[in-house]
């Protein structure tokens, strides 16, 4: 599923592509995120405009809503969508990480109340396989369990031990589950644990791929721990991983650090950032972060992004949707929304071409330098 | 700049189109409500895909914001909005009616304060129009009072009568404003005001045509009215406009309405209707009123109205567009007010047809009969 097409002379960095049953998704990729079933404020027809290849939903929300009932009766997500390009599935174990109060775990799984309704769900491991399974994404994750930073020596460990298990149990679910199959091709990624403990995170590492899943992924990242430390973590780890299969870093991250962890053997990322801080007045550009909202853009005539291709630049100026976001109109939200998506495709394109060009320090560079022009305060 | 291309044999009722320096608009025509400058959570290109070809934007907001100056700089609204085919404006005075508590009505104008920060503004007939010289839009509204429903008599007369003397104002004033035109043929309508006194709509009706107008509106409907009042105003009033000018109803109305007033000799209509009832869950369809929030919904995998050809019936169901709106996903916004506008565009080539064809009573029973088969609790 997985094809190196070149290796940077420069570092780890590598240019593939992944090939699912719903297409190819040329690596280093960013994955948009569509937790809902949409990504936020943007059609699929957008979508498909700006060249999404994949985009990464979420089981634990799809399974409160609309409920597996719904996505049985559509035939999966895909025909629930009208999206017939890849989808990935994060697990929901990192949503029982973010609702600490309202779950508790044991080894068979974790019992959570619904944050819509307050109703009680467990979520074991064969339970999340199942869900994925009728979901029928391309690439299903393993349930974890994310430990918050900081977390204990001890508590890393068990949480380490428990998404072992838990690892070992989704891949056997996948193979026996009794459902029905949308999707003939669904692949498994294993997930990496450890917190910032890196004897552990090794271990992890090698017992994960012990267990031969499609890829794996470095998960208990963006959590909250300093930067140093995830660089760290992934310098560290990525090499231990099988050169043969994707790596995925998962929620993150900002276009620096996307530079930073291909550089270090990434191919996956996803992040909320050009969605969320799009809808917060923020555009992405290859001069920096501008803050839409500031008095200066009020009579900018210029796109957001000079020599940025996107539907958003071809038609709108700064002046527009700064007038737009300032009135409240839902527009602004998607306008910058879609210019950031292309914003993050056009880095992830850029950055494969240094790959396989073989200059990425040197594009790196040239990127974090135009990166930092404006200062605007976001 | 008004071609009739059909007068129906059955009623009142034409089919034509209007021309303006940004192209042709085919009438009845419904116009889309861009009051800030964007119909509301939709784009340009969507627009343009659904054959828009006129929509409407507000004076009073645009004043306010983004203000003229930014209007200015940008070289007039079209260009501020990168839009290239016909605007109308609405000049305010609706606005300054909706906001009784916040202004001052002499002989001269209208004090009030701004919505937004309370600061104090003057609107007179001659800045109102200096106002659209500068937006540029294609056709004007001259600035009026809409006297609130009911009003006494003595009101609705004075109101008239001011009124009147405003558009005699505004019509001097886009002969001589000395403001530079970024559209050289801006076309001016007069409005027909006198609340529900029949006598005094004919009088303001008159008097107005004797002021020589490129078209002319009936206004102060859908301000509370029993619609049986509004219908015998239209009624009564369009006949005696030129059969050569465009007559529009201001604010109307509802698909039923737009049916009966186009029997009753009118060519334009604007509506906040699909945007806003979009906006709160409603889908516009030939068999009724859905409302997508109902549970009937969750697994019904049809499109929103069965042979739909709009962007969003290509593409989505009902279940997916109800699964969005429960999870307050604004794309869901979007995809209710497209399709409605979509409906919109598409019942009023239906009305045109039924012009042209002389087939309009029995199109429009065919219309009613259907448009109430959905018993949806809205």
Redesign the interface.
Same mark, same amino acid.
């Given at each position: 599923m997985f094809e190196i097409i070149k290796k940077s002379k420069e570092n780890n960095a590598r240019a593939g592509k992944i090939i699912t049953s719903h297409g190819e998704v040329s690596t280093p990729v960013f994955m948009s995120v569509a937790t809902?079933?949409?990504v936020? +404020?943007?059609?699929?027809?957008e979508l498909r405009a700006i060249g999404t290849e994949l985009f990464i939903a979420n089981t634990y929300h799809l399974y409160l809503?609309?409920g597996m009932? +719904?996505i049985e009766?559509?035939g999966g997500l895909h025909k629930?969508?009208?999206w017939e390009r890849s989808i990935i599935t994060d697990s929901g174990g990192f949503q029982v990480y973010s609702m600490s109060e309202l779950r508790k775990i044991s080894a068979e799984g974790v019992e959570f109340q619904s944050h819509i309704d307050g109703s009680t769900h467990f979520f074991s491991p064969e339970k999340v396989i199942d869900i994925q399974i009728q979901l029928g994404t391309d690439i299903m994750m393993c349930f974890d369990e994310c430990p918050p930073y900081p977390s204990t020596r001890d508590y890393a460990k068990k949480s380490l031990d428990l998404t072992l298990d838990w690892a070992k149990k989704c891949k056997d679910q996948l193979m026996n589950s009794p459902l029905r199959r949308v999707n003939a091709k669904q692949r498994l990624f294993g997930i990496v644990q450890g917190s910032t403990y890196m004897d552990l995170r090794r271990e992890s590492a090698q017992k994960t791929i012990d267990l031969d899943f499609d890829g794996y992924a470095i998960g208990g990242l963006a959590v909250g721990e300093p930067q140093e430390i995830s660089k760290d973590v992934v310098e560290k780890i990525a090499p231990l991983l099988p050169e043969n299969k994707p790596r995925y870093a998962m929620g993150v991250g900002t276009p620096e650090e996307i530079w930073e962890y291909v550089e270090r053997g990434i191919d996956m990322f996803d992040c909320v950032l050009p969605t969320r801080n799009g809808r917060n007045g923020q555009a992405l550009t290859f001069s920096g972060k501008l803050n839409i909202k500031n008095a200066r853009y009020?009579?900018d005539?210029g796109p957001l992004d000079n020599g940025c291709e996107c539907?958003v630049c071809a038609?709108? +100026?700064r002046?527009?949707i700064?007038?737009?976001f300032?009135?409240g109109?839902?527009?602004s939200?998607?306008?910058l929304s879609l210019h950031n998506l292309y914003f993050m495709l056009k880095l992830m394109k850029l950055i494969r071409i240094a790959v396989i060009e073989d200059n990425f320090t040197q594009s790196k560079v040239e990127f974090m330098e135009k990166y930092s022009l404006i200062k605007d305060n976001n």
């Amino acid at each position: 599923m997985f094809e190196i097409i070149k290796k940077s002379k420069e570092n780890n960095a590598r240019a593939g592509k992944i090939i699912t049953s719903h297409g190819e998704v040329s690596t280093p990729v960013f994955m948009s995120v569509a937790t809902q079933a949409a990504v936020k +404020t943007i059609s699929n027809e957008e979508l498909r405009a700006i060249g999404t290849e994949l985009f990464i939903a979420n089981t634990y929300h799809l399974y409160l809503r609309p409920g597996m009932d +719904t996505i049985e009766a559509a035939g999966g997500l895909h025909k629930f969508m009208n999206w017939e390009r890849s989808i990935i599935t994060d697990s929901g174990g990192f949503q029982v990480y973010s609702m600490s109060e309202l779950r508790k775990i044991s080894a068979e799984g974790v019992e959570f109340q619904s944050h819509i309704d307050g109703s009680t769900h467990f979520f074991s491991p064969e339970k999340v396989i199942d869900i994925q399974i009728q979901l029928g994404t391309d690439i299903m994750m393993c349930f974890d369990e994310c430990p918050p930073y900081p977390s204990t020596r001890d508590y890393a460990k068990k949480s380490l031990d428990l998404t072992l298990d838990w690892a070992k149990k989704c891949k056997d679910q996948l193979m026996n589950s009794p459902l029905r199959r949308v999707n003939a091709k669904q692949r498994l990624f294993g997930i990496v644990q450890g917190s910032t403990y890196m004897d552990l995170r090794r271990e992890s590492a090698q017992k994960t791929i012990d267990l031969d899943f499609d890829g794996y992924a470095i998960g208990g990242l963006a959590v909250g721990e300093p930067q140093e430390i995830s660089k760290d973590v992934v310098e560290k780890i990525a090499p231990l991983l099988p050169e043969n299969k994707p790596r995925y870093a998962m929620g993150v991250g900002t276009p620096e650090e996307i530079w930073e962890y291909v550089e270090r053997g990434i191919d996956m990322f996803d992040c909320v950032l050009p969605t969320r801080n799009g809808r917060n007045g923020q555009a992405l550009t290859f001069s920096g972060k501008l803050n839409i909202k500031n008095a200066r853009y009020a009579r900018d005539f210029g796109p957001l992004d000079n020599g940025c291709e996107c539907p958003v630049c071809a038609e709108y +100026t700064r002046a527009y949707i700064h007038h737009l976001f300032r009135c409240g109109e839902l527009l602004s939200l998607k306008l910058l929304s879609l210019h950031n998506l292309y914003f993050m495709l056009k880095l992830m394109k850029l950055i494969r071409i240094a790959v396989i060009e073989d200059n990425f320090t040197q594009s790196k560079v040239e990127f974090m330098e135009k990166y930092s022009l404006i200062k605007d305060n976001n």
